[in-house]
């Protein structure tokens, strides 16, 4: 079994900054294209982003254009982490954040293209 593991959520005033953490035991996966999704009260889990394999260089891609330009995915192989950097928040983060891994090893979109799954972490954005 492939456990993921989200850390770094909590409480952030707007226009604040938060650095999410998703890491790995399974040191076979380093480098492994990981996905971040998120999902707010009542909608529907919407996929953020996704980094690629180290292999093929780790570029990241935005799916959310409510976040580009705010949110960074980037990693840290050395430490088997993946992070999510959310600078300039908004209310409407607010959110449970998921990290996520294809076993394909590239990046995909969709929910249901994703086979490994974190516990999440409460994000909230509020005054």
């Known amino acids: 079994q492939v456990q993921l593991v989200e850390s770094g959520g909590g409480l952030v005033q707007p226009g604040g900054s938060l650095r999410l953490s998703c890491t790995t035991s399974?040191?076979?996966?380093?480098?492994?294209?990981i996905g971040w999704f998120r999902q707010a009260p009542g909608k529907e889990r919407e996929g953020i982003g996704c980094i690629s394999t180290s292999f093929i260089g780790g570029g990241t891609t935005n799916y959310v254009d409510s976040v580009k330009g705010r949110f960074t995915i980037s990693r840290d192989d050395a430490k088997n982490t993946v992070y999510l950097q959310m600078n300039n928040m908004k209310p409407e983060d607010t959110a449970v954040y998921y990290c996520?891994?294809?076993?394909?090893?590239?990046?995909?979109?969709?929910?249901?293209?994703?086979?490994?799954w974190g516990q999440g972490t409460q994000v909230t954005v509020s005054s």
């Open positions: 996520a891994l294809p076993l394909p090893n590239a990046c995909r979109k969709a929910p249901w293209e994703f086979d490994y």
């Open positions: 399974e040191s076979s996966l380093v480098g492994h294209a």
